[in-house]
């Protein structure tokens, strides 16, 4: 929020005019403020910075994560069938009508090609978010999801996210450390840890062992770590992962579900072990 300039402007109404200077400083420094606002792209009906991107660059971002998607799958030389039925999956899920459908796919098959330019691919996704970093992770962790498709990554799979990583924005510990959280999801959801939290409203028995460790995983943080810690981690993950925030960056309208249910996912996580802690 930009409140510099109704400070300065009731400081100094007030100060040459007494009431009604306060009150003419104000509107004056309301309108400085408004227009500061403006010149930086803040939006303060999503609290903050509105979506600059336009719906050109919002279009190569949804081509491009899907062809990435498919230069990935096709890293280890044959793209498995787990991997197609993820593609589609997602296709599902973010509600495509057939024209949008039709681009996903052509883009899927193009990144399997073995002339496709990945890293100057990539660098256009980094240009067109403008350095967003929100939604360059999202991004990357829509590569590792599909990399995970079949519970498993593959040597050649994890060489290809290195680059992506690279090409994005994100050192080697930062991409690991994603790998790490996403294969701790895909055992908290085959633990039926989301999906009994999302459908049953709580967790009606106790987590597996594997399940809670795998909650902490998807959390980033110990066993071990005090609730606070804990807390932090959770509100930092939120915050990054947050839908209404990535939507006012710029993140393709079509992709809000699946960044709806990643929310979803570390809550259900978050949740599991606050109850299992016992703290609020």
Known sequence: ??????????????LFG????????????HSFDRAKARR?????????????????????????????MGHVAKAKGQVTESEIQLASIMMQRMNLNP?????????FREGKS???????????VKA??????????????????????????????????HIVAQELGFNAAQLERRLRMQEAAYRFQQGGGYQGHQHGGGFQQAPSEDQLAAAYEILGVDAQEDSKQIKRAYRK???????DKLS???????????????????????????KERGFK
Do not use: C, W
């Open 1 to 14: 929020m930009f409140v510099f300039g109704k400070i300065l402007g009731a400081f100094f109404g007030f």
């Open 18 to 29: 007494g009431p009604f200077g306060l009150l003419f400083g104000l509107i004056i420094g």
């Open 40 to 68: 930086s792209g803040y939006n303060s009906s999503f609290g903050g910075f509105q979506n600059s991107v336009n719906p050109a660059q919002q279009a190569e971002f949804f081509g491009a994560a899907f062809s990435v």
């Open 99 to 107: 024209d949008q459908k039709r681009t996903a796919q052509e883009a």
């Open 114 to 124: 073995s002339s496709f330019p990945l890293r100057s691919v990539l660098r256009r």
């Open 128 to 161: 067109g978010s403008h350095g967003r970093k929100d939604l360059l992770q999202f991004f990357l962790e829509l590569q590792v999801s599909s990399a995970f498709a079949d519970g498993s990554l593959h040597p050649k799979e994890r060489d290809v996210l």
């Open 237 to 243: 993950l939120m915050n990054e992962h947050h839908p």
């Open 248 to 274: 006012a960056k710029g993140l393709p309208p079509e992709m809000l579900e699946v960044a709806k249910e990643k929310a979803q996912e570390i809550q259900s996580a978050y949740d599991l072990v606050k």
